[in-house]
């Protein structure tokens, strides 16, 4: 591995390993089989490539040659037209010379990159394969905290390179360079704004990626409008950090700290309750430095709860004392209050109903009501006890008419009192009732009001006012007429009464309702001759009070107010929607109003505006459109119509986090649509041709810990009792590591060499994962998902694996071992002892081959049928001159088979003698030689033979030969510069002429004589030699 720089001046990570790929004189050589480069900077990938000048007797011209990483459909894609690659790729032609520049690294750009050359023959195409493998990267920072306890942290500048021990860096604080050039660099302690960077010394126009402390914290509710007890609500805390940030979920509990909730960047609350509002506060937290965000209130509305009533004074209480009736209840928001006695209706919405006098009259059963848009609750009864003096009794006699002396004559005296007094004779207990009558009428005004003909008479010693009502309900929007009468004294200690002011109040504070803003432009007084009349217009429910008269005279205490004053209910018609059945789809409206409506009125019915046939309260649909709209109205009073109800529209379906989603993150789903009555949600999801699986029954589907299997199309149904709708489709993409990576073969089992095999691998991953492969944990070029080798090669035969990877992580496979069956390789043979041969001796001949499956040998002599023996090892003991022969060992399996040969020559003792003094004899002969051309210094011919002296070795062997002529053996070993070059060796006798000198071939020879000789031949040359010629190929 090399540390360099490229001619741009950009750093490369070379593995100096250069690459060959040639056959028959056509060659690619690359410079270097790997490169890593930064992220954004450039590289250069360098490029040999050679081929036969001529071929066919036509010279060779290069018509074409580029860059490729791909294949697609059967043609190889040209760098220079990749869109990819667009404006970023050249080449640099030279001299069989192809150089390939590429700016702007990106880490799309990892691929294997090879050259192709494309010539004037029609087989005359050529790539360097396997090439040159570019991986791109950026420096990284991983951040350690050195303990948890600790303030120190340690920053590493990591590449996914190996870099050399001999690189500088730099570290960088908001682009302002540090003290240091390690690799690691640790911190005290940093601020939330503080950026760090580190590159390499040289290189600083490639830095890493900043690491930064949480910032930017922002804590949201969803939903984020008013919140209810038992809806689902989620706190979602987000921050802009580097590391990604831990995060972590409080809530504030008084003076007593916080209490730890999670440690997810969501807290879920599936169904929240009253007890969790609050204030919550998120914590964002890498090793840099954590962060606390402002604190996100949540205040859950919930319906009354607990009603209950207090008095004050406990106890009975005498007459003419005031009381104080205390109404309590939990609510959110605070609920409003209604009084009844007995079960009848009081006047006054507050919480405190004050009685300033009490009379026999008030003694009775007290509850409230308290109620929010969420519901209503009543409390349980409390009797209130009155005492007071007895009432003027009623006396009466029985019998009635006249009385005659010596009859008996009974007198009666009745009172009411509390307590009962102490009496001896009878009291009867006598009580008047009133009877109250409702009618239905109109103010002048022609608006619609339902009043309680109960007149009121509010009166002590001439100060007397009267209203017309009771009670008065009327519809929203609508306007009310109050009437109402008064007396007083016309004098008053001999001075004449006038009256100097007089209004009409709600609130304690005798507040004019012509100055009260809630009021403003909405009264009216009709006030003349001791008569004054209230008018509101525009109603509203806000308007619901008790109304009291009150005047002003010019008497000092000539002050009087109409008390219990007029109760005005404001309220405006609904509709209620009812399916008959669950099955029929036949719906049921009903015009309600919380007025009691006399049985006459009359209601009409709108659908889209346009007045539907009936005038009943109730109205049956068959069907409705999603686009319908009904309403209803009293006859008479179209102009006060209730609100519309409708089946759901406008149904809308999102998904938070709203960017990638990642597996065992926290997921939520949430629906919503404009419908009344409100429509209630189901959440199902799309399984397959099977139809839909349903999950759950709320508008938010939330997933506390998403898996893979989760990803899929889900739709929500937005449902009331008019009909339904469902969504469209929301498409749930869940993205993971790897998983269960796998490779395969095809086709199956061993295979044979030359053969084609494609290894496939497979792996379950989101996004799609890229692959490396592995032989015998080396890598192999390429990274898709099938490895295909087009010609099987017994160097192929090994265990192969594939890693899965992408950015979420990687997982390797598990090892695949490929058997590659073969023929057997050109044996090797020999023999031992490796010298001479003596007769008597054994001689062991060896063969060997590679072969899968295991070969079979069998040894065969030359001219003879029969095998001699099997096995790779044969032995002939006790050896003679008959054992003398070419032998050849057959190795054979089911793929094929290949033989080689061995001569045997033996020698007799008496033979051994005879060569050595032999060879002593030659030895002195080219002594002799060498001094006589040293004396002479002129070239001297060689003399011929002489009987038993060995030829002269430089002659060429002649065509034709005489049989007494000596038989010679060549025996030829080529050694390669080629792997795909054939290996083989060659046996030649002396009958053919010798191989012509090659280039680039160094030829040696080596002459042996071995014969078995008779006495009659001692003085005669051996008949037999053996010449070896060794070709070796540099």
Not at 304 to 329: A, N, Q
Request: aromatic share 12%; glycine share 4%.
């Amino acid at each position: 591995m090399s540390f360099t720089e490229s001619t741009s001046g950009v750093l490369v990570l070379l593995l100096t390993v250069t690459a060959v790929c040639g056959q028959h004189g056509w060659l690619v050589t690359y410079s270097s089989s790997q490169i890593c480069a930064l992220k954004g900077s450039t590289v250069k990938i360098r490029c040999d490539y050679t081929y036969s000048d001529y071929l066919n007797d036509k010279k060779t011209t290069v018509q074409e040659r580029f860059w490729f990483t791909k294949y697609i459909n059967c043609k190889y894609v040209d760098l220079r037209t990749d869109p990819e690659y667009s404006n970023r790729v050249q080449y640099q032609h030279g001299n069989k010379v192809c150089n390939l520049t590429i700016t702007d690294l990106r880490e799309s750009d990892s691929a294997e990159y090879k050259f192709r050359f494309i010539t004037n023959h029609v087989y005359g195409k050529y790539t360097g394969s396997p090439g040159v493998t570019l991986s791109v990267t950026e420096l990284q920072i991983i951040v350690r905290r050195l303990t948890r306890s600790s303030a120190w942290t340690e920053l590493t500048c990591h590449s996914d390179c190996q870099l050399p021990d001999s690189v500088s860096y730099i570290w960088f604080k908001n682009k302002e360079r540090l003290i240091g050039e390690k690799k690691h660099f640790r911190l005290w302690s940093s601020g939330t704004a503080d950026r760090f960077h580190c590159a390499l010394e040289g290189y600083e126009q490639f830095p890493s990626p900043a690491v930064y402390a949480p910032k930017d914290l922002f804590v949201s509710v969803y939903p984020s409008g008013e919140i209810k007890e038992n809806s689902s609500v989620t706190l979602t805390c987000t921050s802009d950090a580097n590391p990604a940030a831990k995060y972590t979920w409080y809530k504030k509990h008084g003076n007593q700290g916080f209490k730890q909730l999670s440690e997810k960047p969501q807290h879920v609350f599936s169904s929240i309750k009253s007890s969790d509002s609050g204030v919550y506060y998120c914590t964002a937290e890498n090793d840099l430095r954590n962060s606390t965000s402002s604190g996100l209130e949540i205040d859950v509305k919930y319906l009354p709860k607990s009603s209950s009533v207090s008095v004050s004074p406990s106890g009975p209480i005498e007459e003419g004392k005031p009381l104080s009736l205390t109404c309590s209840s939990d609510a959110n928001p605070a609920a409003s209050y209604t009084w009844y006695k007995d079960n009848k209706l009081l006047s006054g919405f507050k919480h405190v109903h004050y009685v300033a006098f009490m009379t026999s009259k008030d003694r009775g059963n007290y509850l409230c009501m308290s109620k929010n848009q969420f519901g209503q609750l009543n409390s349980s009864s409390l009797f209130v006890d009155v005492l007071y003096a007895p009432k003027l009794p009623s006396v009466s006699m029985s019998p009635s008419g006249e009385i005659v002396e010596g009859s008996s004559v009974t007198l009666t005296c009745s009172s009411d009192a509390n307590p009962i007094c102490p009496h001896t004779n009878n009291f009867n207990f006598l009580k008047e009732k009133k009877r109250a009558a409702m009618s239905f009428t109109e103010s002048t005004s022609g608006v619609l009001v339902l009043i309680l003909t109960v007149t009121a008479v509010c009166g002590q010693h001439g100060w007397l006012v009267t209203y017309n009502s009771l009670q008065i309900c009327a519809l929203k929007g609508s306007t009310v007429k109050i009437r109402c009468d008064y007396k007083y004294p016309d004098y008053l200690n001999d001075k004449k009464t006038t009256v100097q002011e007089r209004f009409w109040f709600t609130k304690y504070i005798n507040v004019d309702l012509r100055t009260d803003p809630e009021y403003s432009n909405r009264v009216q007084y009709h006030c003349r001759n001791k008569v004054c009349n209230l008018t509101i217009t525009d109603l509203r429910e806000s308007d619901s009070a008790e109304y009291k008269f009150r005047f002003i005279t010019n008497h000092v205490y000539g002050k009087y107010t109409g008390s219990p004053g007029v109760t005005l209910s404001v309220t405006e018609l609904q509709i209620i929607v009812r399916r008959l059945t669950r099955s029929s789809a036949c719906t049921e409206l009903t015009c309600h109003s919380d007025c009691q409506l006399p049985d006459s009125v009359s209601y009409i019915w709108f659908k889209n505006k346009e007045r539907l046939i009936g005038e009943k309260k109730h109205f049956r649909l068959w069907s409705s459109g999603t686009a319908d709209r009904f309403h209803c109205a009293l006859e008479g009073y179209e102009q006060f119509p209730s609100p519309a109800v409708y089946a759901p529209k406008d149904l809308f379906v999102s998904v938070y986090p709203s960017g990638e989603i990642k597996e065992n993150s926290s997921v939520t789903l949430t629906c919503t649509s404009d419908a009344n009555p409100a429509a209630k949600y189901t959440w199902y999801k799309k399984h397959g041709n099977q139809g839909f699986k349903q999950l759950s029954e709320k508008p938010q589907h939330v997933f506390s810990s998403i898996k893979s299997s989760d990803s899929g199309v889900y739709y929500c149904t937005a449902e009331n009792d008019l009909r339904n709708s469902t969504s469209s489709g929301l498409e749930i993409d869940v993205k993971y590591l790897p998983k269960s990576s796998s490779v395969s073969v095809s086709p199956s089992g061993p295979i044979e060499e030359g053969k084609p095999l494609s290894l496939t691998c497979s792996s379950d991953a989101n996004p799609a994962a890229s692959y490396t492969w592995y032989k015998d944990n080396k890598l192999l070029s390429g990274f898709k998902h099938v490895h295909y080798v087009a010609f099987m090669t017994s160097k192929d035969r090994g265990n192969y694996l594939c890693m899965s990877k992408n950015q979420f992580g990687q997982l390797n496979s598990s090892s695949l071992f490929v058997d590659v069956l073969y023929a057997p390789k050109l044996p090797s043979v020999s023999m031992s002892p490796s010298g001479e041969i003596v007769e008597g001796s054994s001689v062991t001949l060896t063969c060997s081959s590679d072969a899968n499956p295991a070969a079979d040998y069998t040894w065969y002599k030359q001219d003879e049928k029969s095998p001699k023996a099997s096995g790779q090892s044969f032995t002939i003991n006790n050896i003679t001159h008959h054992h003398s022969g070419n032998y050849y060992c057959k190795v054979q399996n089911r793929m094929g088979h290949k033989s080689s040969t061995i001569q045997v020559a033996v020698a007799s003792a008496a033979w051994k003698s005879v060569a050595t003094g032999t060879t002593v004899f030659i030895f002195l002969i080219i002594i002799l030689f060498i001094v006589l051309f040293l004396i002479k210094k002129q070239e001297l011919s060689q003399p011929s033979p002489e009987p038993g002296k060995r030829p002269d070795t430089s002659e060429q062997c002649q065509p034709h030969q005489s049989e007494e002529q000596e038989d010679l053996q060549y025996a030829s070993v080529r050694f390669l510069r080629n792997q795909n070059d054939c290996l083989y060796m060659n046996f030649r006798t002396n009958g053919a002429c010798r191989p012509r000198k090659e280039e680039n071939e160094n030829v040696e020879y080596a002459a042996v004589k071995l014969s078995p000789r008779t006495k009659a031949q001692e003085a005669v040359e051996d008949p037999s030699a053996v010449y070896s010629v060794v070709n070796k190929f540099t």
